[in-house]
């Protein structure tokens, strides 16, 4: 009889136990700047919560950079200096008054209003790269050698290349092959 006892208090307890995990994966709340939110109610919401709010590895320019991939190339609107700048400006980084306005200042312009601070190589973290003084990227190095580079523009057609135009992102396993043209060199804005 103790048994049958013990049996049973261990069979409730564990159909308490399993609609206990049902009920709360059924009301699971989430807050948000102490607005509570239940799941139902998070599949409303189009996009869902950014990232910021819950991912200890978001990067701002990352975010912005894949926010602004895949644009039309539109001249003069969002050539690659004025992408560069504007995705910089979104994730909370204004260089327009240090590296010469990018609506009315050319890439060499920018590599000549920041001669003295560019770089032969990509330094830990972001950084623009300026390549053949007619082109600009953002570049993420990262601690393990690898590299991203995100950028704006159009390529014409070639004998081994498609034509392409818009933003988009490349990752690379070697920094080297994000250093990219004839000359390239890099400003570590963050410095």
């Not at 590599?111 to 623009?128: C, F, T």
């Not at 159009?154 to 990752?171: F, M």
Request: with cysteine; charged share 25%; net charge negative.
């Amino acid at each position: 009889m103790k048994k049958l006892i013990a049996f049973l208090i261990l069979a409730a307890l564990a159909v308490c136990g399993v609609a206990a995990q049902n009920s709360v994966a059924a009301f699971a709340r989430i807050d948000l700047e102490g607005q509570s939110l239940q799941a139902f109610e998070m599949e409303e919401i189009i996009g869902g919560l950014p990232r910021c709010c819950h991912d200890p590895e978001y990067d701002a320019i990352e975010d912005k950079c894949l926010n602004n991939k895949g644009q039309r190339y539109k001249e003069g609107v969002n050539d690659c200096d004025i992408w560069v700048e504007t995705v910089l400006k979104q994730a909370g980084t204004d260089i327009s008054n240090r590296w010469g306005p990018a609506s009315s200042t050319s890439v060499a312009g920018h590599a000549n209003i920041l001669s003295d601070q560019l770089l032969d190589q990509p330094p830990l973290g972001w950084s623009i790269e300026i390549i053949d003084d007619g082109h600009v990227a953002l570049v993420r190095v990262k601690a393990d050698g690898s590299a991203d580079v995100y950028h704006q523009g159009v390529n014409r057609r070639t004998p081994t290349t498609e034509k392409w135009e818009g933003s988009r992102g490349y990752q690379y396993s070697d920094t080297k092959n994000a250093c990219w043209g004839d000359k390239s060199r890099f400003w570590d804005f963050d410095r």
